[in-house]
């Protein structure tokens, strides 16, 4: 693999494990505030993030490539409301598609066909990601300050599929 793409797909590993990070911190301010349906949306996203981390993690190595694992950021932990979770959520997907956008135009000028072929399939779930943020951001600003409405929109988030459990991932 060439030494620029290697690189690069090692920082977007770090990426992936950062969003999980993120998501289980917001995750942790939901529950702690009792918006639970929120938490349980929110965890399930995390392990997600952390399946993202470990498909390129273990690509790197299955092209003989050096898997270079780095410090995690520190992620926010408080917001000024539930509205704000998801707000954040949506920045930080689109942050990401433009990381792998940038990742696979790298691949493209390296010529890693087999680098762009793997990251078709995050580009692909790139979108379903956003358009998933983008829509529960459009709700929350629609209900507002509304107890009612936020309950609704709380139970309705409970209802997300676990996913399948990874290692260390369960929810
Ligand atoms: Fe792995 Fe939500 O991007």
Redesign the pocket.
């Known amino acids: 693999m060439h030494s620029d793409v290697l690189r690069a797909i090692n920082v977007q590993i770090n990426?992936?494990f950062s969003?999980?990070y993120q998501?289980l911190a917001m995750a942790a301010f939901c529950e702690r505030e009792k918006f639970t349906g929120a938490a349980r949306w929110l965890k399930a996203?995390s392990v997600?993030?952390y399946q993202?981390?470990m498909k390129l993690f273990d690509f790197v190595l299955a092209r003989n490539g050096v898997v270079e694992l780095t410090a995690i950021q520190q992620p926010e932990r408080e917001f000024e409301s539930f509205g704000e979770v998801f707000e954040s959520a949506l920045r930080?997907?689109q942050a990401?598609?433009e990381q792998?956008n940038s990742l696979y135009e790298l691949a493209f000028k390296s010529k890693g066909f087999i680098e762009m072929t793997e990251l078709q399939w995050?580009l692909t779930?790139?979108v379903e990601?956003?358009k998933s943020?983008r829509e529960w951001v459009a709700r929350f600003r629609l209900v507002g300050d509304d107890p009612g409405s936020l309950l609704d929109l709380d139970r309705e988030l409970g209802q997300r599929a676990t996913p399948p459990a990874a290692a260390g991932g369960k929810v």
């Open positions: 990426s992936e969003a999980w998501y996203q997600e993030e993202h981390g930080q997907e990401v598609t792998i995050f779930e790139q990601e956003e943020a």
